[in-house]
């Protein structure tokens, strides 16, 4: 059962120009929505992330807009560079235990 | 000094040979995670510890086993290695409310 659908699987954006990665999720016991930025060659790496109580979060070109009641959250990225290209992933957390419960992740490209 | 360090970073092994792969980390954190990623499939937990006293199963630990020998040592052995479990495998760690989970650079394992 996946609790974390995330789409698109693979995104190619020409550069300054708009990334939007989607996820949707399905327990409503998940209480926190990080995502994760991973390059070639590292592991991933927390970028930006959100509690449920607020529908909107900024940090310089990334953003989080979340939507609890159609329990959906994307990361939108302003003014895409060369620099980031890399594989992201949005996650949810689980207000019990705090495991993370990772979406299967979509390699951004973005051309020049 | 990296956070969090995987050794090998790097292996290939046969099926059937039993096979270990150690993590430490210089966090201070108590909690400790294995995590495989394969393309497509994202990043799926094997198993986590909360303490040097807690082990616990994720949702695809059949075929693994972990060893926990101190706070910042968390290593997961496969006993007897098979070729669909060759994959990319992170270690992580994090805080007690895994706000920011801090991963490894992985290690690349490869089975014959």
């Known amino acids: 059962q996946q609790q974390v659908k995330q789409s698109p699987q693979s995104l190619i954006v020409q550069k300054g120009g708009i990334s939007i990665i989607n996820c949707a999720y399905e327990n409503t016991a998940f209480d926190y929505f990080p995502w994760y930025q991973q390059f070639p060659g590292k592991g991933p790496a927390l970028l930006i992330a959100i509690r449920p109580d607020v529908s909107e979060k900024k940090e310089g070109r990334f953003t989080i807009s979340f939507n609890k009641s159609a329990k959906q959250f994307s990361l939108h990225i302003m003014d895409s560079q060369p620099g980031d290209s890399a594989t992201y992933f949005c996650?949810?957390?689980?207000?019990?235990?705090?495991?993370?419960?990772f979406g299967k992740g979509t390699l951004l490209t973005v051309n020049p | 000094d990296a956070d969090v360090t995987q050794t090998p970073r790097n292996r290939i092994t046969k099926t059937g040979k039993r096979i270990m792969l150690e993590c430490s980390q210089t966090?201070?954190?108590?909690?400790m995670y294995w995590y495989r990623q394969d393309p497509g499939l994202g990043l799926r937990l094997i198993y986590y510890?909360?303490?040097?006293?807690?082990?616990n199963k994720g949702e695809i630990s059949d075929g693994y086993s972990v060893s926990r020998q101190a706070q910042a040592k968390f290593s997961l052995s496969l006993e007897s290695a098979i070729p669909n479990q060759t994959a990319l495998y992170f270690c992580?760690?994090?805080?007690?409310?895994?706000?920011?989970?801090?991963f490894g650079q992985g290690t690349r394992l490869t089975v014959v």
């Open positions: 996650a949810a957390r689980s207000g019990s235990n705090y495991k993370l419960t």
């Open positions: 510890s909360f303490d040097v006293k807690d082990i």
């Open positions: 992580a760690t994090s805080g007690p409310g895994n706000t920011e989970a801090f």
């Open positions: 966090k201070g954190h108590d909690r």
